[in-house]
């Protein structure tokens, strides 16, 4: 399998150190995705996967000024990722030169990864980041049924308050819903930066990101 970044024995500490905490316990992870089998299995945890559009994300990156270009290099680094999985995408990943190429490569091997590792799990669910913003109570609403949560009155109040007005706290989940999905459009994108992310992106064989079937 492929390398991660996580060892079975460094994770027992953190779990038991809120262990005085009621009912269930959720990790948020962005950059722990290709190390999810793994935090499952040593967690005994259940794995939501929720994946957004690539254009948005990285006009996202662009506009925050982040650089792909360590997180490429992080995914060459790995001997055993690269031979299981992208190995005949090497040259691709070695000849980007910009920051759409670099993102398309950085995206592409994440979920071409990802793809593979929820086709072996059918367990997790995967959800669309777009259907979260198209009807955020309905589909929060078939998540906490699938996970076996409670849903009450006032949960879905919450969510509806927080869907409809955008907070400047970063962390604080308040977004209007329905500005979040094509994003990119505004940011005034150059198309032949959005040719050269596409390019890319098409490169990767099932990179495409994958499908909600796995909520119903």
Request: include cysteine; aromatic fraction near 10%.
């Amino acid at each position: 399998g492929s390398e991660m970044c996580i060892r079975d024995r460094s994770l027992a500490p953190r779990y038991r150190q809120f262990r005085f905490w009621p009912g269930r316990t959720m990790v948020k992870t962005v950059f722990g995705v290709l190390a999810l089998e793994r935090i499952a299995r040593v967690s005994r945890s259940r794995s939501v996967v929720i994946v957004r559009e690539p254009l948005d994300v990285a006009a996202s990156w662009h506009r925050l000024g982040w650089d792909p270009s360590p997180h490429v290099a992080s995914l060459r680094a790995q001997p055993h990722l690269m031979a299981d999985h992208l190995a005949p995408f090497e040259r691709t990943m070695e000849t980007a030169d910009d920051f759409w190429t670099r993102f398309g490569v950085l995206w592409g091997a994440t979920h071409l990864v990802l793809r593979r590792n929820i086709a072996r799990n059918r367990d997790w669910t995967v959800l669309r980041f777009r259907s979260l913003c198209a009807d955020p109570v309905g589909a929060y609403r078939q998540l906490f049924s699938r996970l076996e949560l409670t849903w009450t009155k006032e949960l879905a109040q919450r969510i509806r308050e927080g869907s409809r007005t955008s907070s400047s706290n970063p962390f604080r989940p308040e977004r209007v819903a329905g500005r979040q999905v094509g994003k990119w459009r505004w940011d005034g994108l150059d198309d032949k930066d959005l040719g050269r992310l596409r390019d890319t992106l098409s490169v990767f064989e099932d990179a495409s990101p994958p499908d909600s079937t796995a909520v119903a």
